[in-house]
């Protein structure tokens, strides 16, 4: 895999080898061959662990790269089996504030999208952001029938910026899959790939008001949690109108705001929220970090800013819930367990090693309250030793985690002594009956209860009858596992041509010593008998071989249309 000599790419490639090499990584970067990228002072490689001061320094080298880097380090945050725990906290605080860009852009990108002029849509349009960030900006505005609303507009360039980025970032890790030992054992192409799709739908507005109606949808009955609902005829791909919720993030409301709320509950309900979306509908606001999740005035929590989500199959539902559950009862070795069956095991996978820190993990942590460890840094901790033991996790535990790692803040704020652990026992139950209810809608519950039924009603006579022949000596078992009938013909069939082998073969042999007799008959200078002896072993032999093709062919036609 080549590399692009085109100038923009040249100066990214710089760019990303400087930092492999600045921050204890040169052997990638030797190994790949990308050590000619740099030129001679460009930065000083660090080999070994990186001092905690280092990690707020790459998070600020993230930054100066832009809004692609900002988000990939914010991905990486997650990945406890990929980084240094020093580098996760300072990673996953990193914030894409930037500088507004200017009301005359915005105009112009609402007017194009929209097809109408900001007034004829708008009665009012703030010309000041409520927030800006790395891909789009937010302004307050209000409809013509007077909804208010909040407008997400996307910074103009910016897709083309990102998706050059991307190509840059998938052709280095392209080349380190395929040079370095690392790239071939963690597959950096495919994680970017993962990684591409997330930032892709995350720059698709659209895509996000459909995300904002489906977490509406699946969290109304939790009265304390609230989602924009997006308002259709005013949205594109560049343009997002929502419905405008007015809060103030959770983590700036001071000791005195939080005495007016009932923290503990607000806690307990976006703890259950979280649960319903990851184990119950599998649909999952990945990113909802404090400034994602909104204090209202009216006292509820508002979820906002649905670019970032996760799907999670039935499948792996259900080794989540396990997973989760057995992290709550202390049960180490499930959990150990459990991960091996979710992740991929990489090569020199130390099992042992995996179960053993497991257990210890869990033991160390099992009734801790979230003042002293949250669920997501458990699953944080829990990933690293995945990682150290050359088990790779699975995205959705990634993500799980990720979600996770977010609210621990959120409720830490608001309730210092919830305890996410007792939140799972209790919530456990309605968790069960809800997957329950749902499978039955879809008919596959009841389907099991009619079989279930009817096993129930014949049970008793079966074992009478069972009972009474195991009384009467009658009882006999019948082992199926091949067709006899079949066996017995090919045994015949083989027995018939070793016979007829036989035969011609003695018919041969009594020729051959017949030739050797003098007699007055002769054919072709040669005794008579002996001349028929071969005669009749060559048309024997020949309608064997004729036979055995036939039968064969016959037998593979036979077995095809089956």
């Given at each position: 895999?080549?590399?692009s000599?085109?100038?923009?790419h040249?100066?990214?490639?710089?760019?990303?080898v400087r930092?492999?090499?600045?921050?204890g990584?040169?052997?990638?970067?030797?190994e790949?061959?990308l050590d000619r990228?740099?030129?001679e002072?460009?930065v000083?490689?660090?080999?070994g662990d990186a001092l905690p001061?280092?990690?707020?320094e790459?998070?600020?080298?993230?930054?100066?790269l832009g809004?692609?880097?900002i988000?990939?380090g914010q991905?990486?945050?997650t990945r406890?089996?990929l980084i240094?725990?020093?580098?996760?906290?300072?990673?996953?605080?990193?914030?894409?504030?930037?500088e507004p860009?200017?009301?005359a852009e915005v105009?112009?990108?609402?007017?194009?999208?929209?097809g109408v002029?900001?007034?004829?849509a708008?009665?009012?349009?703030?010309h000041e952001?409520?927030?800006?960030a790395s891909?789009?900006?937010?302004h307050?505005?209000a409809l013509?029938?007077?909804?208010a609303?909040?407008?997400?507009v996307?910074?103009p360039?910016?897709r083309?910026?990102?998706?050059?980025d991307?190509?840059?970032?998938?052709d280095?890790?392209?080349m380190?899959?395929e040079h370095?030992?690392?790239g071939?054992t963690f597959g950096?192409a495919?994680?970017?790939?993962?990684?591409r799709?997330?930032?892709?739908?995350?720059?698709?507005?659209?895509?996000?008001?459909?995300?904002?109606?489906?977490l509406?949808?699946?969290l109304?009955e939790?009265?304390?949690?609230?989602?924009p609902r997006?308002v259709?005829?005013f949205?594109t791909s560049r343009v997002?109108?929502m419905?405008?919720?007015?809060?103030?993030?959770v983590?700036d409301v001071?000791?005195?705001?939080?005495?007016?709320?009932?923290g503990c509950?607000?806690?307990e309900?976006l703890?259950?929220?979280?649960?319903?979306?990851i184990?119950?509908t599998?649909?999952?606001?990945?990113?909802p970090?404090?400034?994602n999740v909104l204090?209202?005035d009216?006292g509820?929590?508002?979820?906002?800013?649905?670019g970032?989500?996760s799907h999670?199959?039935?499948?792996?539902?259900?080794?989540?819930?396990?997973l989760l559950?057995?992290?709550g009862?202390?049960?180490g070795d499930?959990v150990?367990r459990?991960?091996m069956?979710m992740?991929?095991k990489?090569?020199?996978?130390d099992a042992?090693?995996l179960?053993?820190?497991?257990?210890?993990?869990?033991?160390?942590?099992r009734?801790?309250?979230?003042?002293q460890?949250?669920a997501?840094s458990?699953?944080?901790?829990?990933?690293?030793i995945c990682?150290?033991?050359r088990?790779r996790p699975?995205?959705e535990l990634?993500?799980m985690g990720?979600?996770l790692l977010?609210l621990d803040?959120?409720?830490?704020t608001?309730?210092p002594?919830?305890?996410p652990?007792?939140a799972l026992q209790?919530?456990?139950a309605e968790?069960f009956?809800?997957?329950a209810?749902?499978?039955?809608?879809?008919?596959?519950?009841?389907?099991?209860?009619?079989e279930?039924r009817?096993?129930?009603e014949e049970?008793?006579g079966?074992?009478n009858?069972?009972?009474?022949a195991?009384?009467?000596?009658?009882?006999?078992v019948?082992?199926d596992?091949?067709d006899?009938?079949?066996?017995m013909?090919?045994?015949?069939?083989?027995?018939?041509r070793?016979?007829?082998?036989?035969?011609?073969?003695?018919i041969?042999?009594?020729a051959?010593?017949?030739?050797?007799v003098?007699?007055s008959?002769?054919?072709?200078?040669?005794p008579?008998?002996?001349i028929?002896?071969?005669v009749v072993?060559a048309v024997?032999?020949l309608a064997l071989?004729?036979a055995?093709?036939t039968g064969?062919?016959?037998?593979r036609?036979?077995?095809?249309e089956l």
């Amino acid at each position: 895999m080549g590399l692009s000599l085109r100038a923009h790419h040249l100066r990214r490639y710089r760019d990303i080898v400087r930092l492999l090499a600045k921050y204890g990584r040169s052997d990638l970067v030797k190994e790949a061959g990308l050590d000619r990228a740099l030129e001679e002072g460009d930065v000083a490689s660090r080999n070994g662990d990186a001092l905690p001061a280092d990690a707020v320094e790459l998070a600020e080298d993230l930054e100066a790269l832009g809004p692609t880097y900002i988000k990939l380090g914010q991905l990486l945050s997650t990945r406890a089996d990929l980084i240094p725990e020093a580098y996760l906290e300072a990673l996953a605080r990193l914030q894409d504030d930037v500088e507004p860009f200017s009301f005359a852009e915005v105009e112009e990108i609402v007017c194009r999208e929209l097809g109408v002029k900001i007034t004829d849509a708008f009665s009012f349009f703030d010309h000041e952001p409520m927030a800006s960030a790395s891909l789009g900006q937010v302004h307050r505005a209000a409809l013509r029938d007077g909804r208010a609303v909040a407008v997400k507009v996307q910074r103009p360039g910016i897709r083309q910026r990102i998706l050059e980025d991307l190509e840059v970032l998938g052709d280095l890790a392209d080349m380190l899959d395929e040079h370095t030992s690392v790239g071939r054992t963690f597959g950096f192409a495919g994680m970017l790939e993962q990684f591409r799709r997330s930032l892709l739908t995350e720059l698709d507005y659209k895509a996000e008001a459909e995300h904002l109606e489906t977490l509406a949808d699946n969290l109304r009955e939790f009265e304390r949690i609230v989602v924009p609902r997006p308002v259709s005829d005013f949205t594109t791909s560049r343009v997002l109108t929502m419905e405008l919720i007015e809060g103030r993030k959770v983590t700036d409301v001071g000791p005195l705001g939080l005495m007016e709320i009932d923290g503990c509950a607000l806690a307990e309900d976006l703890f259950a929220a979280y649960l319903e979306q990851i184990l119950g509908t599998g649909f999952l606001h990945a990113d909802p970090h404090p400034g994602n999740v909104l204090l209202t005035d009216d006292g509820r929590l508002a979820l906002i800013d649905l670019g970032m989500v996760s799907h999670i199959g039935p499948q792996m539902q259900e080794h989540l819930v396990k997973l989760l559950l057995a992290v709550g009862d202390g049960r180490g070795d499930e959990v150990a367990r459990l991960a091996m069956r979710m992740g991929t095991k990489l090569p020199d996978f130390d099992a042992e090693r995996l179960e053993r820190e497991t257990v210890d993990l869990v033991a160390r942590n099992r009734g801790a309250r979230l003042s002293q460890i949250g669920a997501g840094s458990m699953l944080a901790d829990l990933m690293r030793i995945c990682g150290e033991c050359r088990l790779r996790p699975p995205p959705e535990l990634t993500m799980m985690g990720k979600a996770l790692l977010n609210l621990d803040q959120v409720a830490r704020t608001l309730d210092p002594e919830f305890d996410p652990q007792a939140a799972l026992q209790r919530r456990a139950a309605e968790l069960f009956q809800r997957r329950a209810w749902r499978a039955t809608s879809q008919g596959g519950v009841m389907r099991a209860a009619l079989e279930a039924r009817e096993f129930v009603e014949e049970l008793p006579g079966r074992a009478n009858r069972l009972l009474d022949a195991l009384a009467a000596g009658d009882l006999s078992v019948k082992v199926d596992a091949i067709d006899e009938r079949e066996l017995m013909r090919g045994v015949e069939k083989l027995a018939n041509r070793v016979t007829m082998g036989l035969i011609l073969a003695a018919i041969i042999v009594g020729a051959a010593m017949t030739m050797r007799v003098e007699t007055s008959s002769t054919l072709f200078g040669y005794p008579s008998v002996s001349i028929v002896f071969f005669v009749v072993a060559a048309v024997g032999g020949l309608a064997l071989i004729v036979a055995i093709l036939t039968g064969d062919r016959r037998r593979r036609r036979r077995q095809g249309e089956l």
